[in-house]
């Protein structure tokens, strides 16, 4: 990817397309075929049975989202669609294809599966007896104490993708990025479960912290730049005015402070559990 003097992204980066940012989700027969177990939400494996091969995908029905004291009901799975807009809008390309849409279980979240390379995203985020957090290329963001009272710390690494997922998070106000929702793929970092962002008020929780008052590059203030100026007019069936109004003001401070926030005191910073 490169950048020109105005600061705008030219061209996207040299890395092939990966199927999780370009298939095409149209209205097709979804066919659920498991349930995912570890999530918080009715959540579920389907595949969209379109023309050419079907396409893996995690359906989330509004209906059975969990209530939450903080979130209006039945909003998550807008917000996954608002986050993979944004994502694609400013060129962040960190979220796969989500649409909505209307399923078995009514309307919902829809999002492309990723091929998950576990060897990848053991990379980017990993848990290890604190006595052997790596000198280089990586940062502790938290600690603790397994279940034989041992000290361990989730590391994070010190890689582009992955600070500019974590711009994306300060952008979209992202409350839960939590290690199992980072996911190496083909060479790329992608985020997952963006259903409890974009609130009004500050929420944020990440385990990226490493990068914290660190100055933005520019491939980062373009990114922001452009979800800034364009995605606004696509959010307003997804999200409240305020919301967006709120995402705007997020995107101003960015690039006015051109640097990764510090953590904040009032609200718990890291998500929990971790993974
Ligand atoms: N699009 C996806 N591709 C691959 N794995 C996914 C995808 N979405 C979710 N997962 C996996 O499934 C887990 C549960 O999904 P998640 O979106 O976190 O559900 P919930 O909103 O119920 O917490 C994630 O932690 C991740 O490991
Ligand atoms: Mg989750």
């Known amino acids: 990817m490169t950048v020109d003097d105005l600061g705008r992204l030219s ?37 969209l049975e379109t023309d050419g091969n079907p396409i893996e995908c995690v359906y989330k029905p509004l209906e059975g989202e969990r209530p939450l004291w903080d979130f209006p009901h039945r909003t998550l799975g807008l917000r996954e669609v608002a986050a993979y807009e944004v994502s694609r809008i400013g060129g962040f390309d960190c979220v796969p294809v989500t649409v909505l849409f209307d399923g078995p279980f009514g309307p919902g979240s829809l999002q492309v599966w990723v091929e998950v390379d576990e060897a990848a995203t053991n990379k ?13 290329g990586w940062f502790a963001s938290v600690e603790g104490f397994d279940a034989n009272d041992h000290p361990v710390s989730v590391i994070h690494a010190d890689i582009a993708d992955l600070r500019l997922l974590a711009v994306f998070d300060v952008l979209i106000n992202n409350a839960d990025r939590k290690g199992g929702h980072i996911l190496g793929s083909a060479g790329r970092v992608f985020g997952v479960d963006h259903g409890v962002s974009f609130h009004t008020d500050h929420k944020l929780r990440t385990l990226l912290w490493g990068w914290a008052g660190c100055e933005l590059n520019l491939r980062e203030l373009a990114a922001v730049r452009k979800a800034r100026d364009e995605a606004p ?29 510090r953590p904040r005191g009032e609200w718990p910073s890291i998500p929990w559990p971790p993974f």
């Open 11 to 47: 061209e996207d980066d040299a890395r092939p397309p990966h199927p999780a940012l370009t298939a095409e989700l149209g209205q097709a027969e979804l066919q659920i075929t498991g349930r995912l177990l570890q999530a918080s939400n009715a959540t579920f494996l389907a595949e």
């Open 124 to 136: 980017l985020v990993d848990l290890v007896p604190s006595s052997a957090v790596p000198q280089q």
């Open 233 to 261: 007019d696509q959010l307003g069936t997804l999200l409240s005015d305020r919301e967006i109004a709120a995402l705007v003001r997020r995107a101003d401070l960015l690039l006015t402070r051109r640097r990764l926030p």
